[in-house]
């Protein structure tokens, strides 16, 4: 199990060096630093002095192992438009992506599992298959067009919430929170559903096929011979079963719903990292870019790895076996 | 004769399909004794593990009860739904599967599967729950059972864990085991223990058994006497003696061969030319006509009448005598 957990940590590791050596390379293909930092009146050696501070002279492993080791510690350089540390910056507006995604993510687990519960087991009823015929709903359309759907409604309509921005927020030990003011938890309410909408019905629609096959094991049918009652069958033996394989395509999709923050935060002028990176790109913020890039690989592999150790809770056999393999 | 711990009455099961019904079990009555073993024998697909799952509940849709009565220790059960059959299974009809590998959820301690099976039935407590749990291993034979509650269905022999099975159907202490080809999925080096141990514990507890299986081997080893089903009806019915060595039904007879209990070979069953007819084309009159050695033209316009000789009963029109040939 050590062994097993070391290895997928080294595989991530490898996995953030390649996207590292991504993030560096816009550096040096995109546009030149040196040409973005000076102005129109430069001269060859305010250039070369340049090209010295920033390493630009050195050869690229070692160019490449600087950014790594300063990306590791946070430090990913000056951003080109604001002239501020880049880290700082993020420091500013990952509270705001990382609240929304929690409450995105939290709202497409919980409804998506109950709800996919909920339609394996009524398989036939009539609010079963309203809710599976809605749900089609959540997979077709686009997020913009559900945000601005729900805005238009909401907002524009019936004037209930606000359709962009944080509203107030409260600043917990450098955190800046929305959790704690009602205009916050207000402002987060259209957009957390924005995002979220096709992570919970993607998660409803397997939950329901994974379930459905499982409800048709024998281990169930034995549970039921047993006497077992309706809902020890359904929760203890048929759910969990049920989320061994639906764990993965969750955590896949917890990542995606940081990365398809973008569209959300632009949407709703959601002060986040992703409305960030959508400006960063308009005036070829490098600095800004190559740290976006770093800051969702990690949480990716983060992601990825958490699910990973999630198998082994869940599911005994694959404890043993890795024991054994190693 | 003590009262019948089963006894089902021209029991009919039928599934209904776009080209007509089906009737798996077609006006089948047996009564199995406290304590009895009764074994059901048949080709595949003769309606055995039908009419088992209609006792204990479990026919999967659309196939159903049509017709007739069953009833368990003197309470007609036919009826019932939901709940009141919940109560039943386990308590008073345990049941084991033919796979011992499937039929234990593999995310469950076999010790929380086999307690939470006793608490659904019994007025104990989880402690007291938890004792029987390890008696209830080291009975079926499994070693160190203290330890081996605690051991997922993955740590166990296919034989072990049909040990477990067993243990689990017997926890609740039902008065009747239906018990559909037991060994079949089993290496043939522990099949002969696993019958013995599921003779011994039910004999020891009183407790009768309803044992399907296809292998006229296990028939002659563990039942008292011997029920024969064809396409859905039952052909012949009696003291396991006089069916192995005088049947009275030509069927019964070719599922002997030709030299009744003179051979143990396992491919006696497909001696009888020809195959069982599908449901949804069965020949008019008795089913077995095409195949039969002895039909004549009678036998294809009305089923074999009903003929009783002490204990036993036959459905034919031609019964083969005492002596075993015409
Ligand atoms: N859903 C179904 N639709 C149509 N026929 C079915 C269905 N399920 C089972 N059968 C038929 O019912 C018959 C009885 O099956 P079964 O009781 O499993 O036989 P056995 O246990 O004796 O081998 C078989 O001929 C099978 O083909
Ligand atoms: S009734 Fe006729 S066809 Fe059927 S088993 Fe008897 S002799 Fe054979
Ligand atoms: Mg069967």
């Known amino acids: 199990m050590l062994a097993y957990v070391i290895q997928r940590v080294f595989q991530s590791a490898i996995v953030l060096l390649v996207v590292g050596l991504v993030a560096f390379s816009m550096f040096r293909f995109v546009g030149d630093p040196v040409d973005n930092m000076l102005g129109q009146e430069r001269t060859q050696a305010d250039i070369e002095r340049l090209r010295t501070t920033l390493g630009l002279d050195q050869p690229f492993p070692v160019q490449y192992y600087k950014f790594l080791t300063n990306a590791a510690q946070g430090n990913f350089g000056v951003s080109y438009r604001q002239g501020r540390p880049v880290s700082d910056i993020l420091m500013e507006r990952a509270p705001a992506t990382l609240e929304l995604a929690a409450v995105s993510g939290f709202l497409a687990i919980t409804i998506g599992i109950g709800l996919g519960v909920f339609t394996a087991i009524r398989r036939n009823g009539f609010a079963a298959n309203a809710i599976m015929s809605i749900s089609l709903i959540g997979v077709s359309l ?37 959790f704690l003011t009602s205009s916050g938890l207000q402002a987060l309410i259209l957009p957390s559903i924005t995002l979220g909408l096709y992570q919970m019905t993607l998660i409803m629609r397997l939950v329901r096929s994974e379930m459905l096959e499982v409800l048709r094991q024998d281990y169930i049918r034995f549970a039921r011979a047993r006497g077992l009652r309706e809902r020890a069958v359904n929760f203890r033996h048929a759910l969990k079963n ?51 890039l770093m800051l969702i690989s990690v949480m990716f592999v983060g992601i990825n790895l958490i699910v990973d150790l999630l198998y082994f809770a869940i599911d005994p056999r694959l404890r043993a076996d890795r024991t054994a393999a190693h | 004769m003590k009262e019948a711990v089963l006894s089902i009455r021209d029991l009919t099961v039928e599934i209904p399909t776009r080209h007509g019904i089906l009737r798996p079990v ?139 099975v067993i243990a689990l159907a017997l926890c609740a202490e039902p008065s009747l085991i239906i018990a559909d080809e037991p060994t079949t999925a089993l290496d043939v080096s522990v099949q002969a223990q696993i019958i013995a141990l599921l003779k011994r514990l039910c ?100 089923p074999g009448p009903l003929i009783t000789d002490g204990d036993g009963r036959a459905a034919c029109w031609f019964p083969l005598d005492r002596e075993g040939v015409a």
């Not at chain 1, 955590?251 to 923050?261: C, T, Y």
């Not at chain 2, 929380?112 to 006793?118: A, G, I, P, R």
């Open chain 1, 242 to 292: 049920t989320l061994v394989p639906v764990i993965t395509v969750t955590g896949l999709q917890l990542g995606s719903i940081i990365a398809f923050a973008i569209i959300t935060e632009t949407v709703f002028q959601w002060p986040g990292v992703g409305l960030l990176f959508i400006n960063a790109i308009q005036f070829v913020d490098i600095p800004v870019m190559a740290a976006y």
């Open chain 2, 26 to 164: 077609d006006g089948v009555s047996y009564d199995i004794a406290p304590g009895e073993v009764l074994g059901v024998v048949g080709e595949s697909g003769a309606g055995k593990s039908m009419a088992g799952n209609a006792v204990i509940g479990l026919l999967t849709p659309p196939a159903h009860i049509a017709g007739g009565e069953i009833v368990v220790n003197g309470q007609r059960i036919d009826q019932l739904t939901g709940e009141a059959m919940r109560r039943l299974r386990g308590k008073q009809i345990g049941m084991v599967f033919q796979d011992p590998l499937t039929s234990l959820n593999p995310l469950l301690r076999i010790g929380d599967q086999l307690t939470e099976t006793m608490l659904a039935h019994l007025d104990i407590s989880r402690t007291e729950a938890e004792e029987r749990a390890v008696a209830a291993l080291a009975e079926v034979g499994i070693p160190g059972a203290a330890e081996r509650v605690n051991s997922y269905p993955h740590e166990f022999s296919g034989g072990m864990r049909q040990r477990v």
């Open chain 2, 203 to 302: 004999r020891d507890r009183g407790t009768a058994i309803m044992l399907i299986t296809h292998d006229m081997g296990v028939i002659a080893e563990a039942a008292d006497r011997v029920a024969v089903m064809y396409a859905g009806r039952l052909a012949e019915l009696g003291p396991v003696r006089e069916v192995l060595m005088q049947p009275h039904h030509p069927y019964t007879a070719g599922l002997m061969g030709s030299t009744p209990l003179a051979s143990r070979g396992k491919d006696r069953l497909h001696q009888i030319p020809g195959a069982m007819p599908r449901l949804d084309s069965l020949p008019g009159g008795c089913a077995f006509h095409p195949r039969c050695p002895r039909a004549a033209a009678r036998c294809s316009s009305a």
């Open chain 1, 142 to 178: 686009p997020t913009f067009l559900i945000g601005i759907l729900l805005i238009y409604l909401f907002s524009v309509e019936l004037g209930w919430l606000p359709s962009f921005g944080r509203g107030e927020t409260v600043d917990v030990g450098g955190w800046s929170t929305g």
